[in-house]
């Protein structure tokens, strides 16, 4: 080691054990949900299947959380809400930002 520092996988695996269970759930299943995007995606340009898949995994981190805190709060599912909604928002994040941005363009228009 270089210094008694902590390397880098151990770095992140402090910060992710730190995390509260809802955001570390969302993260894992947005990736998942990203990933499972990248892999169907029907775009051919690996490039934009990776900007997708990161769009992706920031609608489950952000939006994510709300859906979670809703299916939650109907089903209570706990962390597994947390995680469908993460899987979600991960695969269909742009979608969804889409939807968000016109239902408040469209209220802000009217």
Known sequence: MNGGSMPIVDQV???YEAM???IS???LAGAAG???????APEESWKRRILEGIAGA????FLGGLVGHAIDAVVGGGTWAY???GFIMGEGGIAAIRGVRKTI???GAK
Do not use: C, H, N, S
């Open 25 to 27: 759930a969302l993260i």
């Open 83 to 85: 995680l469908a909604a």
């Open 58 to 61: 920031f609608g489950a981190i």
């Open 34 to 40: 990203a990933y499972t995007r990248a892999v169907f």
């Open 105 to 107: 363009m469209d209220k």
């Open 20 to 22: 509260p269970e809802q």
């Open 13 to 15: 695996r402090a910060l």
